[in-house]
């Protein structure tokens, strides 16, 4: 059963102001990160890349297929002769990080977290942050997510653009309908690329219940995997709706001490559960419930990783 907590009086309105209003993510993000002056975000890409920093060094690295605002002199003519392709050469110091986002979707998202927030604006919001922090450190990214329709997604880049482009792609997608569950977006993400990346999902209790240990295992090999789970609202307490037969739930029943103990602790244990499944494969795993946790749970998210 997947529920949210809602004024019944208030529902309908509340629905209208979402369909109309459309938060500035990015510039949220922005805001956020700019006040958040502890300054821990710095190390999150640190690990075995020779630096972030695009300069220059004599050792090469690669060829790759020229992107807008590379640098003319680097391009190698004789090897873009030969595939057709104009390839420009990239140096040891000049490697980049590869991060990508594979985020969930579905009617679930619809839903509250346990502090009342909507999981979509939430799953957003997360997403323009930790976008906006991977592209100041100078990596490129992209998102992956799923509707009724299939797969969406975008080419690795970096910036605002890049970023507003790939919000506006997931606003669209993140309470639609997938046609493949979070399981098997990972699978596809880590079968059809081998290069090695930076891999952040963003999903919910139940998009983590799909998971397998076989898939974390797999992912987890040549990349870097972090996982965000979204937490649930509460059964318990009166005012749940149903968004699987899109009614709200009877308050006499749910409306009991007892179950909404008995709830809680059924919470914590599954929560508790996913954990020991991460930590057990070396895997980054964090709650989130509100976009005031992000940042924190985003600095605990990648310090745990490298701790491990």
Known sequence: ????????????????????????????AKARVHLYTRQKTGNILDGSYVSLYKGR?????????????????????RASSRTGKTLVRRYEAEKRHNVLFLCDSGVKMSGDTITGQRKSELALTCFSALAYIVSELGADFSLTCCDEKGIQGDYMRSGSAHIEALLSMYEKT?????????????????????RRRIIVVITDADGMSTITDSTIRKANVK??????????????????FDLDITSYAEDFIFDSKAIAEAESTLKEQQLQSLKDKCVKEKVGFVTLSSDDEILDKAVTLFEQQLSI
């Open 1 to 28: 059963m997947k529920l949210f907590n809602r004024d019944k009086k208030e529902a309908k309105t509340s629905e209208k102001k979402i369909k109309k209003a459309r938060p500035d993510y990015l510039s949220m």
């Open 57 to 77: 060094s004599m050792e090469f690295l690669d060829l790759m297929e020229y992107n807008f605002g590379d640098n003319i002199r680097d391009i190698d003519w």
């Open 174 to 194: 993140v309470e639609s309908d997938p046609v493949l569950d979070i399981n098997t977006l990972i699978e596809k993400a880590i079968s059809e690329t081998p």
């Open 223 to 240: 990349n870097d995997l972090y996982i965000l789970c979204l937490t649930d609202g509460r059964l318990a307490g009166g005012g749940a």
